[in-house]
């Protein structure tokens, strides 16, 4: 596995100290730089890394894409599954 920090591989890499992944590290960037620094750095990269891959929002009933309210909310459903609920509704109130 490749040195996180620096990219080399081919030497040999130990675990980043305080680090919630698999990442690893070369000897010469952990003295560098710290284990706890690196450990830090890389958490945040893979939390930015994840928090940036929002699901796209999608109807509830049939997973077609749906469009966001002006106040950022997303819809429960699609404007065709909500006029069919509605139908639905206006029948079964007569």
């Known amino acids: 596995m490749s040195c996180i920090c620096c990219g080399r591989e081919?030497?040999?890499?130990h675990p980043i100290p305080s680090h919630i992944g698999t990442l690893r590290a070369c000897a010469?960037?952990?003295?560098?730089?710290?284990?706890v620094e690196l450990g830090l750095e890389a958490d945040r990269l893979l939390t930015d890394y994840y928090m940036a891959m929002k699901p796209k929002p999608e109807c509830q009933v049939c997973h077609s894409p749906v469009v966001?309210?002006?106040?950022?909310?997303?819809?429960?459903?699609?404007?065709?599954?909500?006029?069919?609920r509605k139908f639905l509704v206006r029948q079964n109130a007569r």
């Open 28 to 35: 010469t960037c952990q003295s560098k730089i710290g284990g």
């Open 10 to 13: 081919g030497l040999p890499t």
């Open 68 to 84: 966001l309210y002006p106040d950022g909310s997303v819809p429960m459903w699609c404007a065709a599954c909500e006029e069919k």
